[in-house]
């Protein structure tokens, strides 16, 4: 799209969608802007929910990423507290749940996703989800010294609340079905030492488990009964197994649905039809894949480059895949999708268990991947090694297996 008087509706008001808005008008583009949102609130910053905003060190109220001046004084238009029902890609017709339907010229698809639920522990009262601004205020109510948490899922939301919950004085018990949690995604050292810092906090590692039954008292969860035979008593429970993309809206779309909407690599979906934030599922020419990239820093790179394009860039949509956890007096940092057998080397630091090290991937020799703690500007230096890295592949057209 380079028709800069074009109307662009973007379904999704979260971090992505209202970040595509905003970069549409710093890009240029002079037509009107739809935001749409199925939240009554203006987008906010989802990782904090899991650390500050449940410790008690961050306030809802400030970890907003846009105010309604500023959407006003950009010209965007937003409507809040309004759920897409359908999309019909020939018509440029985006259908409301209110039956109200708008035209567009050009729509961006940035829907998100929702927490994975598991239907023994569906609609209980003391069990929990974290996604919503609404999740994360009820879940810190709960937070109460002394009470015994049970956290289902050892990824990274799981294992944040988990840090969180220990500061503020709570029995903590993750269960997870895989033996060595984010082994894949932050190396096996790197895994394995995040493993023994909870433990040395405290928290009861349940690993190689599942949750196969709950013994309720009424209609809240009394204990969690496990694959192995125990029962472990709580008194709230947060399911962090993962999320599924929103997609339903879209399933007499005829767009191709698959781990989200799939897009190509400049983040279209079909004519005048794209997608951003963690609804996308892009092929990324890197990899040679589809990718569906759940973090933080996609949902800002995705839309200030999908604004370009939307106003005449040509360039694909290749980011180094990065995320970040912070765990008690820990942050970490990935960039790039390390796999078993590549080969790890310990730099500025020799072990997880200093304070500062950056653990190198490579795969055949070649830089594919690194994780680091506290390595600051060596950090930055690795990026740009691993950014040239991509940059030769992008020029040469050869696909890294991820």
């Given at each position: 799209m380079t028709d800069t008087h074009a109307h662009v509706v973007v379904v999704g008001a979260a971090a992505a969608g209202t970040a595509t808005a905003l970069n549409l008008r710093r890009a240029g583009h002079a037509g009107p802007i739809t935001l749409v949102g199925d939240e009554p609130v203006l987008a906010y910053d989802r990782p904090p929910l899991s650390k500050g905003v449940l410790l008690g060190t961050q306030a809802i109220g400030e970890i907003g990423l846009?105010?309604?001046?500023?959407?006003a004084e950009n010209g965007i238009t937003v409507l809040l507290g309004a759920r897409a029902t359908g999309l019909d890609p020939v018509g440029h017709r985006v259908l409301l749940d209110g039956g109200e339907e708008l035209a567009y010229d050009t729509v961006v698809i940035a829907t998100g996703a929702s927490p994975r639920r598991l239907p023994a522990l569906d609609g209980l009262d003391n069990v929990h989800a974290?996604?919503?601004?609404?999740?994360?205020?009820?879940?810190?109510?709960?937070?109460?010294?002394g009470r015994r948490l049970g956290v289902v899922g050892g990824g990274l939301i799981g294992l944040e609340v988990a840090a969180s919950a220990r500061k503020r004085g709570l029995e903590v018990t993750v269960v997870e079905p895989a033996e060595l949690p984010l082994a894949e995604r932050l190396t096996v050292p790197v895994s394995s030492w995040l493993m023994d810092l909870h433990r040395g906090h405290g928290v009861d590692l349940r690993l190689g488990r599942t949750v196969a039954d709950t013994?309720?008292?009424?209609?809240?969860?009394?204990?969690?009964?496990?694959?192995?035979g125990a029962e472990i008593p709580v008194d709230e429970v947060l399911v962090a197994v993962g999320a599924t993309p929103n997609t339903g809206w879209l399933e007499s779309?005829?767009?191709?649905?698959?781990?989200?909407?799939?897009?190509?690599?400049?983040?279209?979906?079909?004519?005048?039809?794209y997608v951003v934030g963690d609804v996308a599922e892009g092929y990324h020419p890197v990899y040679g894949r589809h990718l569906r990239m759940e973090t933080r820093t996609n949902a800002t790179e995705g839309p200030f480059h999908l604004a370009r394009t939307l106003t005449g860039g040509a360039a694909p949509y290749a980011p180094v895949p990065f995320f970040w956890t912070d765990q008690y007096d820990a942050k970490v940092q990935a960039f790039g999708i390390a796999r078993p057998g590549d080969e790890i080397e310990f730099v500025d630091g020799g072990s997880p268990e200093d304070e500062r090290w950056i653990a190198v991937c490579r795969r055949e020799g070649r830089l594919v991947a690194f994780v680091g703690r506290g390595a600051g500007k060596p950090l930055l230096t690795w990026r740009r090694a691993l950014q040239n890295e991509f940059e030769m592949d992008l020029n040469k057209e050869v696909a890294v297996t991820p």
């Open positions: 846009a105010t309604a001046e500023q959407l974290i996604r919503t601004d609404r999740d994360a205020t009820r879940l810190a109510g709960a937070l109460r010294p013994v309720t008292a009424g209609s809240s969860v009394a204990a969690l009964a496990l694959s192995d779309s005829g767009l191709e649905l698959g781990n989200g909407v799939r897009c190509d690599e400049h983040q279209r979906a079909a004519e005048d039809v």
